[in-house]
């Protein structure tokens, strides 16, 4: 692949475009020099989509053009790819309750990806497609805890319908779709890497509250049902998250699979930092022993060695994940 002219920066297609990463991406991408066009989910209703805070961004004037599609309808996604040299793949429904049941998800998921991969095949102008996957997909591998988990780590699809949590659907469905997505890929000789994120946290443009975000704000917003995902953890800034994408876009030997986390963080490291940094928010828990029975999952042990091996730099650690969540969650009426 080779790259653009960094003053003639080319058309890409971020899919899902008002989602917590894909809004971010499509800021990102203008501020690189981008021409961009993002494909936004209708309303059922008929009604038409807020999206204020993707046309107010800098440069979106001149180089962002809306398209609405539906992973329903995956056909609807072709005029988005058409003219463009990148295709960034950020759209899939986050259900972490189980409110639809495993088959349904999987299929429009998996239904979706391919038309889109179709239609990149089709334009005949797209060079490389980046999927954004999740860490989902890598942490429930069977492994011990000890095991370093990499690219070559798979969740046991298996495994998760035994367990029956109710975000394993969700779980299932994104590890079924990037595998069909990348045997499909790989079939047509199309160029595909795959980001796979741990949990994001930071800012947000989007106008809803992002779940993962919400999650790691629990000790603050005393939401104890999301503790559980606390104990032992992964994360990564979502600029961070976004400027791998653009990096991986335009590296010109990337290939494959590559894990993108930044830090691990255990619940007493947090209610520490927490507390010590925020002593304003009081609902915080008074100690981690407390939590005992709360905390069930461990989202820890991933590697980013192929990803920093390559030569990103990650530019943000756990005090600007907080510090940004908190400042934008308060400018947005959230806290």
Not at 58 to 65: H, M, N, T, V, Y
Not at 168 to 180: D, P, R
Not at 236 to 261: I, M, Q, T, W
Request: glycine share 8%; charged share 25%; hydrophobic share 35%.
């Amino acid at each position: 692949m080779e790259l653009e002219d960094n003053s003639k920066k080319g058309r890409v297609c971020v899919t899902g475009g008002t989602g917590f990463l894909g809004s971010w991406l499509v800021l990102k991408l203008l501020q690189s020099g981008y021409t961009v066009n993002t494909t936004v989910r209708p309303n059922p209703d008929g009604r038409k989509r807020d999206v204020n805070y993707l046309t107010n961004l800098p440069g979106a004037s001149e180089r962002l053009q809306i398209f609405y599609a539906d992973l329903d309808k995956p056909e609807t996604f072709a005029p988005a790819v058409q003219g463009c040299t990148g295709v960034f793949h950020v759209a899939h429904a986050l259900d972490l309750d189980g409110k639809e049941d495993e088959e349904t998800k999987t299929k429009r998921a998996i239904n979706g990806v391919l038309a889109i991969l179709q239609a990149c095949i089709d334009s005949k102008t797209v060079k490389r497609v980046v999927y954004t996957s999740s860490a989902s997909t890598v942490i429930f591998s069977g492994k011990k805890n000890s095991d370093v988990l990499d690219e070559d780590s798979w969740t046991d699809v298996g495994l998760m319908r035994s367990i029956g949590e109710p975000a394993g659907s969700y779980v299932i469905s994104k590890t079924l779709t990037e595998k069909a997505a990348i045997e499909f890929a790989e079939s047509h000789g199309l160029d595909f890497v795959t980001v796979v994120p741990t949990w994001i946290h930071g800012p947000f443009i989007c106008s809803h509250f992002p779940d993962s975000v919400k999650i790691f704000l629990a000790l603050i917003l005393g939401e104890q049902e999301h503790y559980k995902y606390l104990g032992d953890t992964s994360m990564v800034h979502v600029d961070d998250v976004a400027r791998a994408h653009v990096f991986l876009f335009e590296h010109p030997n990337a290939k494959g699979r590559y894990l993108c986390s930044a830090l691990e963080v255990t619940i007493h490291k947090l209610i520490e930092f927490v507390s010590e940094r925020y002593p304003q928010y009081h609902q915080l828990p008074i100690n981690a022993d407390s939590l005992k029975d709360k905390v069930q999952v461990k989202f820890s042990g991933f590697s980013s060695k192929k990803l920093v091996d390559s030569g990103f730099k990650f530019q943000h650690g756990l005090e600007d994940m907080f510090d940004d969540a908190i400042r934008c969650c308060k400018e947005k009426g959230f806290l």
